[in-house]
């Protein structure tokens, strides 16, 4: 395990006081390692999890060829471009059971979707593609079949033998299916990673408190935990936590004690109630950024350390868009590398600004904006309002964030941004 100094030296131009969004990232995968315990679970219970191994195919999908529509097989090198093809129907193949017989030239067979291929034959011929003649045989017209047409190879979606999804995969709907098609009923994934969390501040009122002048209800609580339950981790929800030295330490030791990760909210600024830094650096190896972002830029990033164990600490800003900015650029994808996934590159969507966007470069601007696609198909976004730090409402009616990265100027009406969608994150 790396100290921060270790990891801050390995960087290129670390300014804690101007990081950008990308160092940011840098430091985040240096400093997190993923968990090594793992678990059985049922394929039911496995959608989001992260798979532990490899996973080898037991067997070939499909299993053997078979016809991928209902219609006639028959051996494809006797088709002509230029002349139909008569064939005798000699027998019919279900989907099931292996047809047994025979095929000739000049014959064919009856045979539904699925069904295995007879022995010899290559081709199918859709039955809506055909005619019959009055003694029943079935025509196929020249130059619309070729060889090989809709039959299904053996392996031709996974082979025995092979890793049919590779460690570390997320699974998905997809992934689910897949597993279930090798017959599997169980794997191996990555235990469940334990986030804490916690609100930090006076004025910080929990659901159930009646309201009081200069007081603002806890929100940060809830998209937190929202956040992590999209990403399939088990919340230690702490509640909130007075602006008290006494508490704030016993709120950090016990959430070392049993999370991998601890998430808080405020007081990470330069306010004169902020006890929660000196508490981290009391407790911790911890790292006070000024991130070149907006909204989001003070950061606390570190560990919390116990005698036998650390967790990695996240200490985002108070105001509620920028604890969801800061989680979905930095914290996301340093939790799923602790889950053991894959990296995720960012997936940027383009799109045309309806309006003129201000910008200052040297900083990456996260705007909230919805997308939508015009009669013409030309996707379009435009910002859901105002764009305060602490103004949730048009968070909700986003679809997105529009990302105006870094080194990037001020944008012109129907100028083309990146989008980074909610879908999947959000
Ligand atoms: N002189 C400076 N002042 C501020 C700076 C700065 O650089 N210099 N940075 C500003 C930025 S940017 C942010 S963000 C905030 C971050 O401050 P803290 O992390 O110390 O957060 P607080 O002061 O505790 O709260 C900020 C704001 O958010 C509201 N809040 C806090 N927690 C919650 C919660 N759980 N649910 C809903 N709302 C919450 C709080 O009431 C404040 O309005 O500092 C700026 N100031
Ligand atoms: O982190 Mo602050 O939200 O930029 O206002």
Redesign the pocket.
């Known amino acids: 395990m790396n100290s921060l100094d270790e990891i801050a030296a390995r960087l290129q131009g670390y300014d804690p006081q101007s990081l950008s969004a990308d160092a940011v990232g840098e430091f985040l995968a240096h400093l997190v390692d993923p968990v090594a315990d793992t678990e059985t679970v049922a394929l039911a219970d496995a959608l989001g999890r992260v798979l532990a191994r490899d996973l080898v195919s037991p067997l070939s999908v499909p299993p053997h060829d078979n016809s991928a529509m209902d219609g006639f097989a028959f051996d494809g090198a006797q088709l002509r471009e230029d002349a139909p093809l008569s064939l005798e129907v000699v027998g019919t193949a279900l989907a099931g059971a292996a047809w047994q017989g025979t095929v000739g030239p000049g014959q064919a067979v009856k045979i539904m979707t699925g069904a295995i291929m007879p022995a010899g034959l290559d081709t199918v011929v859709p039955q809506e593609v055909t005619t019959q003649d009055a003694d029943g045989r079935v025509i196929v017209p020249g130059g619309v079949l070729r060889r090989g047409d809709n039959r299904r190879l053996k392996g031709e979606d996974l082979a025995e033998g092979r890793p049919a999804l590779l460690a570390g995969e997320r699974l998905g709907p997809a992934a689910c299916g897949l597993v279930a098609s090798l017959g599997i009923g169980e794997l191996p994934v990555v235990r469940r990673l334990k986030v804490a969390y916690f609100?930090?501040?006076d004025?910080?009122l929990s659901l159930g408190e009646p309201p009081r002048e200069g007081a603002?209800y806890?929100?940060?609580?809830y998209t937190v935990r929202a956040l992590l339950a999209r990403l399939g981790c088990e919340v230690l929800d702490l509640g909130v936590v007075r602006d008290d030295p006494a508490l704030l330490e016993a709120a950090f030791i016990r959430a070392a004690d049993q999370a991998d990760a601890i998430i808080t909210?405020?007081?990470?600024?330069?306010?004169e109630a902020?006890f929660t830094k000196a508490m981290m650096k009391k407790l911790g190896d911890v790292a006070f950024w000024r991130i070149a972002m907006r909204?989001?830029?003070?950061m606390a990033v570190g560990r919390i350390r116990r005698p036998d164990r650390s967790s990695v600490l996240f200490g985002l800003?108070?105001?509620?868009v920028?604890v969801m900015v800061t989680f979905l650029a930095f914290v996301r994808p340093a939790l799923l590398r602790m889950m053991g996934a894959h990296p995720e590159p960012t997936l940027y969507l383009r799109a045309r600004s309806t309006e003129a966007l201000r910008k200052k470069p040297g900083r990456t601007e996260y705007q909230r904006g919805i997308v939508t696609r015009r009669a013409d198909g030309v996707l379009e976004v435009r910002t859901t309002g105002n764009q305060g730090?602490?103004v949730l409402s048009s968070m909700v009616q986003a679809n997105g964030l529009i990302v105006l990265h870094h080194g990037q100027a001020g944008v012109a009406p129907g100028d083309e941004v990146d989008v980074m969608m909610f879908e999947g994150a959000l």
């Open positions: 609100s930090t501040g004025e910080i603002v806890d929100s940060n609580r909210s405020g007081g990470v600024s330069v306010g902020d909204p989001g830029r003070p800003p108070g105001n509620p920028a730090s602490g």
